[in-house]
């Protein structure tokens, strides 16, 4: 085990130039430890989510937003929580959330971007299955402004203000894969494609750091604007407020392509330093 240790420090910090192996330790220095330390500046997820029992204009609603912070960038994910919904009143279509650093509020002029991605679900009908899926991954598809909600430092990120409000958030279909209480409101309405359960957006943000914090978040339902729900902070079964951090498999999962070579690259390692020695 020691010698183990000792193999994969040297492959990381080397000894002299005629004992390195070459691609191998190019790949884990160049590669491996520069994702463990883009990792490293990367903050923990800041969720927020509807009270159970939330509603908007009469419905049951259930939303969430993932809060990503990394050196320049946002990375928001909104979720429809809802199963077998009944109307587009209860898609989720809008956000408000203010960023800031340091007490410092960030404005709309440090945001340099924004992309989107999702699966964007066309439903046709109440059965299994009666709906087709499109991958998305481009531009952003919703509006995004600042200043015009509750509160005069929010951005406000809403699909309601395009024409026929499409790409608002759908819930997930039943256990027979089928929306089979939806309206007409879904159901062939001019208000497809919908986003399929969740949706993504990166924001370039200059002033943006691991550091920044969200708050004044707020969710709005429906094809109309004016729904508006109050989201609260997410907290763990103890009643504290809970930052979920990013989980040991992510990052196994963002340097898979390293540690199969690690074996390889160790034994290789403690042959050419045994051949040295004798």
């Not at 039943?174 to 359960?197: E, K, L, R, T, W």
């Not at 949706?199 to 004044?216: C, K, M, Y």
Request: hydrophobic share 45%; aromatic share 10%; glycine share 8%.
């Amino acid at each position: 085990m020691c010698e183990l240790f000792l193999a994969i420090r040297t492959l990381l910090f080397g000894r002299k130039p005629e004992e390195r192996i070459g691609g191998q330790v190019q790949i884990f220095r160049y590669i491996f430890v520069p994702t463990l330390l883009s990792l490293a500046a990367v903050k923990a997820a800041t969720i927020y989510s509807t009270a159970p029992g939330a509603a908007a204009g009469g419905v049951t609603v259930n939303a969430e937003a993932d809060f990503t912070f990394g050196r320049g960038a946002l990375t928001l994910v909104l979720r429809n929580n809802l199963v077998n919904q009944v109307t587009d009143g209860q898609n989720l279509s809008a956000i408000f959330f203010t960023l800031k650093n340091e007490g410092a509020v960030v404005g709309l002029s440090s945001v340099a971007a924004v992309t989107n991605s999702g699966i964007q679900r066309t439903v046709t009908g109440i059965g299994a299955n009666q709906f087709s899926d499109t991958a998305y991954v481009g531009a952003n598809l919703w509006l995004l402004r600042f200043g015009d909600g509750v509160f005069t430092d929010s951005f406000h990120l809403s699909s309601t203000g395009l024409p026929q409000a499409k790409n608002t958030i759908l819930g997930r279909p039943d256990g027979s894969n089928a929306y089979s209480d939806i309206n007409s409101s879904i159901v062939g309405s001019v208000h497809n494609p919908f986003f399929a359960v969740s949706a993504t957006w990166v924001f370039n943000i200059t002033d943006a750091t691991p550091g920044t914090s969200v708050s004044d978040v707020i969710f709005s339902f429906g094809s109309k604007p004016g729904s508006n729900v109050p989201a609260r902070l997410y907290t763990d079964f103890t009643g504290s407020p809970t930052e979920v951090p990013e989980p040991l498999s992510f990052l196994l999962a963002a340097s898979w392509p390293v540690f199969p070579l690690l074996p390889a690259a160790a034994s290789v390692r403690l042959v050419s330093i045994r051949s040295a020695s004798e």
